[in-house]
């Protein structure tokens, strides 16, 4: 490889022993948060939870009194920390294999050699090589050459700034172009990034986002609210006459159905199968909560070159525009402008491949492509050459181009201008006065062959699509056209609109952007994301970095810059686009699954708690024995949520998630509550004994259980085709009860019913159909009110577009 800097003065860097010693002394730049935890930390983090804790306590007090078959709910908790332990460990053995092919390396010179080494190896006093693309891993200074990076990601400011010999490098940051090799001067939790990142852990921990934390928030409520419930049903169970061992037996039973025990688990197992399935799909997922992001995405923004066409491009020819420079002549300048470029963006490589030869005259002021300002620049034997978007180097003379350069761009080519410049190169704007224009270079970028699949794909999941693009929108906006983007002859050059104002306007009324800096990427993704749009990036390169952090969702090629694929939350990592409609089929599967089979949990615990008040209110006994319980959760809950939550599901996810769990779940719950306050009033007026009453509650909310089943495995068939796995289910967890029921009613604490019972029973199992049914419809008819309501209020501005959603 070839350094920036005269061979005769190549550094030879530490030695192997000078590296050792920096090392065991623990001068390495070690990550201050460890890439993923370890199978201790997984295990303990499964087993020593809060609810654990709680279930310990109840059994330890089920245990003094002797009352070991109400213990039978440990099995079931004991099998889904297992469960969510090895789900766990396999998660992480899948990803750690995949970020070791996606770990960012760095080029240091070490024993007078380049070696490329993962850059956590990297120790004080290390000299590295950066280029174009490359993220500054630690603080360091430049010895020799120069470059320009982006600080954005560390300070906010957006400038591109150059650095040259002596100057300070910032780690986080990242190289925009040119190259040079710098010294460590700062490692590990000495870098300025990682101070930074340990002073925000100081202020405040990470949130969890969406699914994750409405889950969190649930179980922290129902958490606080177990302990003075426990406190209150105990005593009440006392004054109603129980003896403190029937006490315990009851309380046990009410907190036990008010712990959504397997929700957390179900969910962390759920995403954890769908991170081992998406990287089967070669596919890297930085962040778990970006899953359902990208499930609820509604709206894509794209670069053209690698995702809409191939990222090799290929030039075709240079069109001369003054008529006394012969074209061999014209191809001889461009050659030695380009000769003297890095080849370090895939339109310099095509420039290159075609342009560039071994003997050429060296330029004595090279300026490297600013995406700013978006040409490249040389001085060679006294004659400044230039190349670049003909629109920002031409400036006002544009319009005495333009026909002829979008003749050129209608034959779907993309066009840069070569020109002389008699100004200063000094990396800024172009005197546009100044500027000669010489010939137009025409390269071709051609269509991937599954670009229109891919995005007919998300045209029919109603995903918008947005181009952003920093060539000529002409240029984006025919590339759009044949790959079938809807609305593609919707363009706009961002370069002419005054300020960040016009750019949010523009934002909702376009669908192709060219001519885009990447700030101004940034300035489009905030404002779809103000318009109420759940916005997912594609990029690559890095001029998209900043606006793949911005969006909610960033999806990078492998194949592009190191920093792009660091900075966002999935990595493409066989650079396939048209691999994006299976890993949101993937995203849609969990969340919706995951949806579904949480309000079978949430059922349990509404009735529960609510029903507990309600006996401590109205002072009668808490009806229900832990062991009878378990019963119904496995049979209602645990075992098909089993089942349901790994099956397709790819519907487009909409809503919030507690929203729709709750609201899934309330009618199966006020059911069982009807139920319940139904037994227990007619307990009291016909004398029906304890254990007969506790019998017909579990039978019912058994049934009432199974009919929720049912409602959330229809449909049974779809498009012609049935669906066997819903069927099994509605046919195998009946009968698993009814087994329970009458195979081992001891186990269950299952007794004999009397004749008057078996009616009583009958009566309210007959009610809980249209009673399930009613509440299913008044839900109904409140759901539509409260759009309604809010959709009012969003009109008027009181609501976002998000809060109705």
């Known amino acids: 490889m070839e350094l920036p800097i005269e061979s005769s003065n190549i550094p030879t860097g530490l030695t192997s022993a000078e590296v050792r010693e920096r090392f065991d002394a623990g001068k390495y730049n070690k990550p201050i948060e460890p890439p993923s935890k370890s199978i201790k930390q997984i295990v303990l983090s499964n087993v020593f939870t809060y609810f654990n ?40 053995k899948t990803l750690d294999s995949l970020k070791l092919l996606t770990a960012p390396m760095a080029e240091a010179v070490r024993d007078g050699e380049i070696k490329k080494i993962p850059t956590e190896e990297l120790v004080i006093d290390d000299l590295i090589v950066l280029c174009t693309g490359a993220q500054i891993c630690a603080d360091a200074k430049v010895i020799s050459g120069e470059i320009t990076v982006n600080e954005a990601l560390v300070t906010g400011e957006s400038d591109e700034i150059t650095k040259k010999e002596g100057s300070d490098l910032l780690s986080g940051s990242f190289v925009i172009s040119g190259k040079c090799i710098a010294k460590l001067t700062a490692v590990g939790e000495d870098s300025f990034v990682s101070k930074l990142t340990i002073d925000a852990k100081k202020m405040k921990k990470k949130q969890r986002g969406g699914m994750m934390l409405s889950l969190t928030r649930l179980i922290q409520v129902i958490g606080v609210i177990i302990i003075p419930i426990a406190v209150l049903l105990i005593i009440n169970e006392i004054e109603n006459g129980q003896t403190a061992g029937d006490a315990v ?21 759920a995403l954890a199968v769908s ?11 930085h962040e778990l909560g970006c899953i359902e992001t990208l499930a609820r995405v509604d709206m894509l923004c794209v670069d053209k070159t690698g995702t809409i066409t191939e990222s090799e491009m290929k030039v075709l020819d240079a069109v001369p525009l003054d008529a006394a420079i012969k074209s ?27 342009y560039a030869r071994d003997n050429y005259p060296r330029a004595s002021r090279v300026v490297p492509f600013s995406s700013k300002y978006k040409y490249s620049a040389a001085s060679i034997e006294n004659v400044n050459y230039v190349i670049g978007a003909p629109e920002f180097i031409l400036g006002n003379r544009f319009e005495n181009y333009r026909g002829l350069i979008e003749e050129q761009i209608a034959g779907g080519c993309r066009v840069l201008l070569f020109a002389v410049y008699a100004g200063e190169l000094d990396g800024s704007t172009l005197l546009p006065t100044m500027v000669s224009p010489v010939a137009l270079v025409k390269l071709i970028n051609p269509v991937r062959e599954n670009a229109a699949e891919t995005f007919g794909y998300f045209n029919e999941q109603g995903v918008e ?87 909610d969702c960033s999806i990078a090629m492998a194949s592009g810059s190191d920093v792009a694929a660091q900075v966002s939350n999935l990595v493409l990592l066989e650079s396939d686009f048209a691999a994006l409609p299976s890993v949101v089929d993937e995203g849609r599967r969990v969340i919706n699954n995951i949806e579904r089979t949480a309000s079978l949990f949430l059922v349990k615990n509404i009735f529960s708690v609510i029903f507990a008040l309600i006996a401590i209110i109205w002072r009668f ?16 809950i645990g075992a098909p949520s089993f089942f349901l939550a790994l099956e397709p599901n790819h519907k487009p996810v909409t809503g919030k998630f507690l929203r729709n769990v709750l609201y899934r779940a309330a009618p199966a719950a006020f059911c069982d509550l009807f139920v319940l306050i139904g037994i227990t009033m007619f307990k009291s007026a016909f004398d029906i004994p304890p254990e007969e009453s506790s019998t017909v509650c579990i039978v019912l909310i058994g049934f009432v259980g199974l009919i929720m089943l049912f409602y959330v495995c229809r449909p049974f068939a779809e498009s012609g085709k049935v669906n066997y796995l819903h069927i099994g289910l509605m ?24 004749y008057g019972s078996v009616l009583v029973m009958c009566v309210f199992m007959l009610l809980a159909i249209p009673v399930m049914f009613i509440n299913r419809i008044g839900l109904k008819k409140l759901n539509k009110l409260w759009h309604k309501i809010a959709a009012h209020f969003e009109e008027s501005g009181f609501f976002s577009k998000k809060t109705v959603k």
């Not at 380009?338 to 339109?347: G, K």
């Open 275 to 285: 991170v081992m399935r998406l990287a089967k799909k070669k596919t890297l997922v």
């Open 621 to 636: 006994s808490y009806p229900i024995e832990p062991s009878s319980l378990t019963l119904v959760n496995v049979v209602t």
């Open 249 to 269: 037996s009851h309380t046990s039973a009410a907190l036990i159905g008010m712990i959504p025990e397997g929700l957390y688990l179900l969910t962390s197992v």
């Open 731 to 754: 046919t195998a967890m009946p009968l698993l009860f009814l087994m329970g029921l009458f195979i081992k009613p001891d186990l269950f604490h299952v007794h004999p019913l009397s």
């Open 53 to 92: 804790l709680i279930f310990i306590v109840i059994s330890t007090a089920l245990l003094i009194f002797g009352r070991f078959a109400d213990m039978a709910f440990m099995a079931v908790i004991i099998f889904n920390t297992v469960i969510g332990i090895v789900q766990e460990i396999k998660s992480k």
């Open 328 to 354: 061999h002549k014209v191809d001889d300048m461009i050659s030695c402008l380009v000769s003297n470029l890095a080849p370090d963006n895939d339109t310099m490589k095509a420039l290159h491949a075609y």
């Open 465 to 551: 699509i947005k181009v952003i693009s920093g060539d000529s929108p002409r240029t984006a906006s025919e590339a759009a056209l044949s790959a079938k983007i809807p609305n593609a002859e919707k363009y706009i050059d961002l370069s002419s609109l005054p300020n960040d104002e016009a750019v949010e306007k523009a934002a909702t009324e376009y669908t192709v952007f060219g001519r885009v800096t990447p700030d101004r990427k940034r300035v489009l993704i905030r404002a779809l994301k103000k318009a109420g749009h759940t916005v997912a990036m594609t990029g690559d390169g890095v001029n998209d970095v900043l606006a793949l952090k911005e969006a």
